[in-house]
Nanobody, 113 residues
Framework: QVQLVESGGGLVQAGGSLRLSCAAS????????VGWYRQAPGKQRELVTT???????TYADSVKGRFTISRDNAKNTVYLQMNSLNVEDTAVYYC???????WGQGTQVTVSS
């Protein structure tokens, strides 16, 4: 059974940092790119960042320079380092294996002003 489990969310003040983790079981992240998405209340889910199996990254304009995605294939885990958080970053964050029907359950990130 394939599972993606996000962790690391929480409540942080504006300007603060969080690091999210997405750990996979039942499948290897090596075979796929991985993306982080987020969904704020009343809004559609949006793509935040991706990392290919080869390590190439892309970022939404809204997070460039503040967020960093990385992967540790040995731990079968993908990370999202989020710095300089602002209230607009408040959302549930999900990880997803690109091209596969696997999503995590999400982790809540709340940024207070």
């Amino acid at each position: 059974q394939v599972q993606l489990v996000e962790s690391g969310g929480g409540l942080v003040q504006a300007g603060g940092s969080l690091r999210l983790s997405c750990a996979a079981s039942g499948i290897s992240f090596r075979i796929s790119g991985v993306g982080w998405y987020r969904q704020a209340p009343g809004k559609q889910r949006e793509l935040v960042t991706t990392i290919t199996s080869g390590g190439k990254t892309t970022y939404a304009d809204s997070v460039k320079g503040r967020f960093t995605i990385s992967r540790d294939n040995a731990k079968n885990t993908v990370y999202l380092q989020m710095n300089s958080l602002n209230v607009e970053d408040t959302a549930v964050y999900y990880c997803h294996m690109v091209g596969w029907p696997y999503w995590g359950q999400g982790t809540q990130v709340t940024v207070s002003s």
